[in-house]
């Protein structure tokens, strides 16, 4: 098992352009959330799901949105991005029921010029 | 709302020493307390949680409500534990999983 998964690694941008970041989730696991973790700061939820819908959601502009496929896969968009949208994005792959611990992919680092 | 301060950006501490994280929280329910780690070049990963009330790695963490800290603690810093910790908080009546951390403790633990 790879654990989960992020792709790319790395990307860089211009402010205004969109962006789409990739997760797959741990097997077995049903639930992705995304974080996203400024330098120097802590992860900061922006949103989870479960079933192909947003269950839960940070304090984020609907710039942020996303997706989650029947595989449990998931997919993070940001449209109009700033400069402050700079930062490491993290996703986390869990079971929807209870409190089991997340388990983290190595994050995509988004730089947006 | 919920919050949680890590008020050390950095703790140096020498091998053999013991070692204590700081972490306070504002919440008005009830919370489930979490620590996780992140090791150099690895990704972040669950270290304790106050519910199962165990020790990983030689580290504790107490709960406490009245004070409202879960700092963690260990009695004698080895080398490995050189790493970035966070503390983070769920409401525990929430379904699923969405934390709020702490800015983040970098410990370094010299020889």
């Known amino acids: 098992d790879a654990g989960v998964t992020q792709s790319p690694t790395h990307l860089i941008k211009t402010r205004g352009q969109q962006v789409t970041l990739r997760c797959s989730p741990k097997?077995?696991?049903?639930?992705v959330s995304w974080y996203q973790q400024a330098l120097g700061q802590g992860p900061q939820f922006i949103f989870q799901y479960y079933e192909e819908e947003e269950r839960q959601r940070g304090n984020f502009p609907d710039r942020f949105s996303g997706h989650q496929f029947p595989n449990y896969s998931s997919e993070l968009n940001v449209n109009a991005l700033l400069l402050g949208d700079s930062a490491l994005y993290l996703c986390?792959?869990?079971?929807?029921?209870?409190?089991?611990?997340?388990?983290f992919g190595s994050g995509t680092q988004l730089s947006v010029l | 709302a919920q919050r949680v301060t890590q008020p050390e950006k950095l703790l140096s501490v020498f091998k053999g020493a013991p070692v204590e994280l700081k972490c306070n929280y504002s919440y008005s329910g009830s919370p489930e307390l979490f620590w996780y780690v992140q090791y150099s070049r690895q990704r972040l990963q669950l270290l304790l949680r106050h519910i199962s009330r165990e020790s990983i790695k030689g580290f504790t963490a107490d709960l406490n409500k009245g004070e409202t800290s879960f700092h963690l603690k260990k009695p004698f810093a080895q080398e490995e534990d050189s790493a970035m910790y966070y503390c983070?908080?769920?409401?525990?009546?929430?379904?699923?999983?969405?934390?709020?951390f702490g800015g983040g403790t970098r410990v370094l633990v010299k020889p």
């Open positions: 097997s077995g696991h049903d639930t």
């Open positions: 983070a908080l769920s409401p525990i009546k929430a379904a699923g999983n969405k934390l709020t």
């Open positions: 986390a792959s869990s079971f929807m029921t209870g409190h089991e611990k997340l388990f």
